[in-house]
């Protein structure tokens, strides 16, 4: 008899632990499911307050807030061009940069009589390095620099396996993707600082959010342009300098023609004119964002993502594309 009371004596005191177990649990539980809540809550917050409120009221004035003049890398096609016109119709002013002295002449005058604003170009190759920078800083500097918009940007011909990528591509890669938004910066800044307003836009990639397989060195350049853009933030927020961090998805533009399915226009994939025209209204109002509503919730979505899985799916993502660029033969 003694033993069967030992024995339920024994049970009951399991009882008691579990319980306290599972009370903690429970606790746990809840904290977990609370945090959640939140995080959703403000995600979506953050999405509306984004990409609907600011379309809801009066524009921003961008020449009081920053200044007269715009300049705008990679200018003559693609995000910079249409971002170009949305600043326009703003009544900045702008200067386009990039290696085509044709193409810059006909958007800059396109510009000039639509949007009744003063133009300037300046042809230069950025993926000639350092060579170019003098000259460059000459012709900018009688200039009130007030926004950058640093679009430039290079991408592989298809995604692809980092040993197949040559070296000129490499090269090509570090003096556009990192040298060029870095020397840009390094240049204008000084003014910005001395008026006290200014604004900066790295257009980085959301391949920049983790280990991206078959864009390792593209995704890896335009991580430099996300943390360079936050780290800046922090130097020189208090100094009135706004800086901001562009993370797309894919935007169908000459980046994405290596692929059919990336090449049609569409709610996931937009156009540089719908993207450009969404991401302007974030300026000022958010450091670091996709400046696309569908992207935004993409982006949000991938922040929960263990690293190994995005890095399995944009994998099986990325080489579907390259066999694809494959088949279809050169460009």
Known sequence: MAAVDSFSLLLRDIGRTCNCYMETLALIGALYTAKMCFTFVNDTYTLVRLHFIPRLVRKADLVKLYGQWAVVTGGTSGIG???????????VNIILVSRNQEKLEALAREIADTYEVETAIIVVDFNK????YPALKNVLEDKEIGILVNNVGVFYTHPDYFAN??????????NVNIGAATMMVHMVLPGMVERKKGAIVNISSM?????TPLMTA?????????????????????QGIFVQSLIPFF??????????????????????EVYAHHAVTTLGISRRTTGYWLHTILF?????????????????????????????GPH
């Open 165 to 174: 990528l040559t070296w000129d591509k490499i090269w090509e890669l570090i």
């Open 300 to 328: 949000l979505l991938g922040q929960y993502i263990p690293e190994w899985l995005w890095a399995w799916g944009t994998y099986r993502m990325n080489n579907t594309l390259r066999l694809e660029a494959t088949l279809q």
């Open 81 to 91: 061009k249409y971002y170009a016109k949305e600043l326009a119709s703003r009544k």
């Open 251 to 272: 935007i169908s533009t000459n980046m994405t023609k290596f692929s059919k399915e990336l090449t049609p226009k569409n709610f996931l994939v937009p156009s540089a």
């Open 207 to 211: 391949s920049c959010c983790q280990p």
């Open 129 to 132: 390095g350092s060579e170019i």
């Open 218 to 238: 593209y995704s890896a350049s335009k991580a430099y342009l996300d943390h360079f853009s936050r780290a800046l933030h922090y130097e020189y927020a208090p």
